[in-house]
C-alpha cells in the first residue's frame, strides 16, 4: 500500500525537480550562457564536476530542490530571461503528460505531481527570499 508512495518520494518526486532544473539549464544552454551553475540539493556540497559551460554540484541532501544560476557576459535580453524561466515548469507539464501515458497508481501521483510543480512555480510569489518562475518572469516584465 505505501509502495507507490515511497517510491514516489525517494525516486520520482527528485526526478521530476531534477528535470524542471535540467529545463532551465537547457534554457541557458540554448541562449548560450558563458556559465550555467547546476545545483542539486542542500547542504554541504558533496560531489562537484565542471562539464564545459556546466559547473555541477550535488548537496547532500539531494532529494530537496535545486537551482539553476547561469551568466553571460553579453546582457540577456527581457524574453531571453523569460524563456530560462519558463523552461523549468514547461517540462514539468510535458513530464506530467508523459505520466499520464503509463496507466498506474505511481504514474498517476507522478502526473499529479509534476502537474503541481509547473503550475505552481509560475505564480508569482517571493518566499524568504526564493523568487518562483513565475515571480521572475513578472520582475523581468516589470522592468523599463
Not at 562537484?48 to 547561469?70: D, P, Q, V
Not at 540577456?76 to 523569460?82: F, P, Q, R, S
Not at 519558463?86 to 509534476?114: D, K, Q, T, W
Request: contains cysteine; proline residues 3%.
Amino acid at each position: 500500500m505505501y509502495e507507490p508512495i515511497l517510491l514516489f518520494l525517494l525516486l520520482l518526486a527528485p526526478i521530476s525537480i531534477l528535470l524542471h532544473e535540467i529545463g532551465h539549464a537547457i534554457g541557458a544552454y540554448l541562449l548560450k550562457a558563458d556559465v550555467i551553475q547546476f545545483s542539486i540539493g542542500i547542504g554541504k556540497p558533496i560531489f562537484s564536476i565542471k562539464l564545459g559551460r556546466f559547473n555541477i554540484t550535488i548537496h547532500l541532501l539531494f532529494l530537496f530542490g535545486g537551482f539553476i544560476g547561469h551568466e553571460r557576459n553579453k546582457q540577456y535580453k527581457k524574453w531571453e530571461l523569460v524563456f530560462i524561466s519558463i523552461l523549468g515548469p514547461l517540462v514539468n507539464i510535458i513530464a506530467a503528460g508523459l505520466c499520464l501515458l503509463i496507466h498506474n497508481e505511481l504514474f498517476y501521483i507522478s502526473f499529479l505531481f509534476n502537474l503541481w510543480l509547473g503550475i505552481f512555480n509560475l505564480i508569482p510569489f517571493k518566499w524568504k527570499g526564493k523568487k518562483s518562475d513565475g515571480y521572475i518572469c513578472l520582475e523581468v516584465l516589470k522592468r523599463g
